[in-house]
């Protein structure tokens, strides 16, 4: 018996493809990076669309392909819901020394270069 | 009939404003979160019902009472004819649609702004977060910050940052995941929503931002007190500390600042309300409720 993944798992392994990629890739290339889930082409390209729908994937034409690429990195999305759960709280000064503390110092550096 | 319009008038003016302050200074809603945050409601729907009661029974005056009053001015309509009030009648129907259209236009503006923001989130968690296998039902969020929320809805989630696991052990994590819980059981954030829209309507009245606060610390009360009942007192407040405070909601838009009276509140809880006192308190915000509804309907 063949579990049949849900959309939302589909969704993921896309995204997680797209991610790791580099450059806006083909439907064709991120059927071929999850082989190993035998999925169709038609598939692929509708999870393609609802991601595109909701604003996560953009789509480029070059010649006859369609390419595709992720509108922002994962570490983007994770920091706009951490932004989202951060605002909810009364005393910002003190969620955002909360997220300055949780910096590695090389990076403080460089978000201090930055600001300066 | 311009009496009880005013008797209405200046109930629902001093519920918005000397009885909300004064309910958001007093001590005891901390020994009664729910029986407080009934009493809450109650406030707010009476308010609105007395400010627009008000208008109608003096706008409609010159007809007679509502509800009768009602029937016949929109017979006259019905005729083509033109009720017979005079201009400030005429003002005061006016005013008591425009509040109403306001008050309405507002609480929907905040539900679907609510909604949206809420679906957004969803969507991206689902892609990000993955499954805590340690507690079903809840999702890791791969950052350091320590934070614990609940999306409420009818698709709710709970998430804990990667920053929680690293900074409580699995004991404290069942503690926040408890309280958060009973955000989502108990629909917190539906308590909430009215009175984020009515202190969106009149942000200039004190009494409202006060509602909103008190509210918005009742529920976080309420929800410490049953995951104390499901984990410990130790647990919770420790686990509390160790994130600094900040595991409120993110969609439900809870704002505690008051850490530390939260924190003593699990440790050393007061007594609870007596049983008269609760049977009070309920009975109290069922006539606030009755009374505008009362002078209105008959």
């Known amino acids: ?116 | 009939m311009e009496l009880p319009a005013l008797a209405l008038l200046v109930f629902g003016v001093a519920l918005a404003e000397p009885v909300s302050r004064l309910l958001a200074r007093a001590r005891w809603p901390g020994r009664d979160p729910v029986g407080a945050l009934l009493l809450w409601q109650a406030i707010g729907l009476a308010g609105g019902l007395a400010l627009l009661g008000a208008g109608l029974i003096y706008g409609l005056a010159p007809l007679g009472a509502p509800p009768a009053a009602l029937d016949a001015a929109l017979a006259e309509l019905g005729a083509g004819r033109l009720p017979a009030l005079r201009v400030p009648h005429v003002v005061a129907l006016v005013l008591t649609a425009a509040l109403a259209l306001r008050l309405l236009g507002v609480l929907v503006a905040v539900t679907v702004r609510t909604l949206r923001g809420r679906a957004r989130h969803r969507e991206l968690l689902d892609l990000l977060a993955t499954p805590w296998p340690a507690a079903p039902g809840a999702r890791v969020l791969e950052h350091p910050v320590p934070v614990a929320y609940c999306l409420p809805g009818l698709r709710s989630r709970l998430v804990v940052s990667a920053g929680v696991l690293d900074c409580l052990d699995v004991d404290q994590v069942w503690a926040v995941l408890a309280h958060e819980r009973t955000h989502l059981r108990e629909r917190h954030d539906l308590v909430v929503l009215p009175f984020v829209a009515w202190g969106a309507t009149a942000p200039f009245v004190r009494g409202m931002v006060c509602a909103q606060f008190a509210v918005a610390t009742l529920i976080e009360m309420r929800a410490d007190d049953v995951a104390v009942r499901q984990a410990s007192p130790q647990q919770l407040s420790g686990a509390l500390a160790a994130m600094g405070g900040v595991a409120p909601a993110a969609a439900l838009s809870s704002f505690t600042a008051a850490l530390h009276r939260r924190l003593a509140r699990i440790v050393e809880p007061p007594a609870p309300l007596p049983l008269a006192l609760r049977a009070l308190v309920r009975l109290v915000a069922a006539v606030l409720v009755a009374v505008p509804l009362l002078a209105v309907l008959g």
């Not at chain 1, 806006?24 to 999850?34: G, I, N, P, S, Y």
Request: glycine content about 6%.
């Open chain 1, 1 to 116: 018996m063949t579990v049949v993944p849900t959309l939302g798992e589909l969704e993921r392994a896309v995204m997680d493809a797209l991610w790791s990629a580099d450059a806006a890739v083909t439907a064709r290339d991120v059927q071929d990076a999850l082989a190993g889930r035998e999925l169709a082409t038609t598939t692929v390209l509708t999870v393609l669309g609802r991601l595109e729908r909701k604003g996560l994937v953009t789509r480029e034409r070059t010649g006859r392909a369609h390419r595709y690429r992720a509108t922002a990195g994962r570490a983007d999305h994770v920091a706009e819901l951490m932004r989202d759960a951060l605002d909810a709280t009364p005393d910002r000064g003190a969620a955002l020394a909360r997220f300055l503390g949780s910096i590695p110092d090389d990076e403080r550096a460089a978000l201090r270069d930055l600001l300066d």
